[in-house]
Nanobody, 124 residues
């Protein structure tokens, strides 16, 4: 089992920055691929970014160049640095862990463990 707890969400003005953290406990988190997803009101949950055990990353086109996923395996923590935030980035952001054999999975079904989510609100 892996337990995930997100933090770092909040209210920020457009153009601002936030850094989300995801602290993991349970089995060795470093053996999992980690991902960030988000869900805006009335919309489906969508992929944001993923990072492999070795540190390879993959970002959705909508956030590429603005968001950066990283991990510190010594701290069992994954981060999402969000810069140049836009109102359309407003959503609940979820951390997830995957043991899928696929390289840098981006589908919800490939992730087995989820955090409770943290709200990010970007005002215009």
């Amino acid at each position: 089992q892996v337990q995930l707890v997100e933090s770092g969400g909040g209210l920020v003005q457009a153009g601002g920055s936030l850094r989300l953290s995801c602290a993991a406990s349970g089995r060795t988190f470093s053996t999992y691929t980690a991902g960030w997803f988000r869900q805006a009101p009335g919309k489906e949950r969508e992929f944001v970014a993923a990072i492999s055990r070795g540190g390879s990353t993959y970002h959705a086109d909508s956030v590429k160049g603005r968001f950066t996923i990283s991990r510190d395996n010594n701290k069992n923590t994954v981060y999402l640095q969000m810069n140049s935030l836009k109102p359309e980035d407003t959503a609940v952001y979820y951390c997830a862990a995957s043991s899928s054999l696929a390289f840098l999975p981006h589908r919800l079904v490939e992730y087995s463990y989820w955090g409770q989510g943290t709200q990010v609100t970007v005002s215009s």
